[in-house]
């Protein structure tokens, strides 16, 4: 079983769609958790850090669940411009160990 | 926008040649990593620097090898390059005491 895992999708949704993905992490020692976005052929970027409580930029919305140990991330009224492959990232705090998901492949269509 | 930079972009070359990727920031991080990653997968850690002269292998196994001379240049080297070698390899940086890398935008290596 990988540490990190996610769906790899594609999820094709039409503009303006509310699309969610979720993360799942083995290690319950796990302290920090992003999600980063991948164009293809590009380097990941930042796009959120995901804090205990749940946090929100703009459209994007990301929540932790430490219980079941996954990370999720919300996007509203999808864009033509989110289409890109989404990446959850989880490291223990302290350490060199960043793991990374596959990915999740998200198109929006027109 | 993250000041980390990768040359060159792209490269060909032919087996048992010998290569080194340059990586350099100018953000004054003290972590520094190196990662592969094949197209639809899971970036994997090969190298990674918490400061000066500080060099460490990562999970991946890799016949590659690392300097840290300087705290803004991370270059990565591969003695004889064979087609398995075939890859992207990004850079990326971290500040200590802070978990957010910044990546560069990748070197895309392919061995004939």
């Known amino acids: 079983r990988k540490e990190v895992e996610q769906d790899p999708g594609p999820f094709n949704v039409p503009e303006g769609a509310t699309v969610a993905f979720n993360c799942t992490y083995s290690n319950s020692a796990s302290q920090s958790f992003f999600w980063y976005r991948q164009d293809c052929r590009k380097e990941p970027k930042l796009l959120m850090s995901?804090?205990?409580s749940g946090n929100e930029d703009g459209r994007f919305t990301a929540q932790l669940n430490r219980a079941s140990q996954y990370i999720s991330l919300l996007i509203r009224d999808s864009k033509l411009s989110d289409s890109a492959t989404y990446l959850c990232v989880v490291s223990s705090s302290g350490t060199y160990k960043y793991i990374f998901g596959t990915g999740t492949r998200l198109k929006v269509l027109a | 926008e993250a000041d980390i930079y990768q040359t060159p972009r792209y490269l060909v070359i032919g087996t048992g040649k010998k290569i080194t990727l340059e990586c350099s920031q100018t953000m004054g991080h003290d972590k520094m990593y190196w990662y592969q990653q094949d197209p639809g997968m899971e970036l994997h850690l090969i190298h990674y620097?918490?400061?000066?002269?500080?060099?460490e292998k990562g999970d991946l196994s890799s016949e590659s090898t690392v300097s840290r001379i300087r705290t803004e240049h991370f270059p990565l080297t591969l003695e004889s390059a064979r087609p398995s070698h075939t890859s992207q390899y990004l850079c990326?940086?971290?500040?200590?005491?802070?978990?957010?890398?910044?990546f560069g935008p990748g070197t895309r290596l392919t061995v004939l």
């Open positions: 995901v804090y205990s």
């Open positions: 620097s918490y400061g000066v002269n500080s060099t």
């Open positions: 990326a940086s971290s500040l200590q005491g802070t978990d957010t890398q910044y």
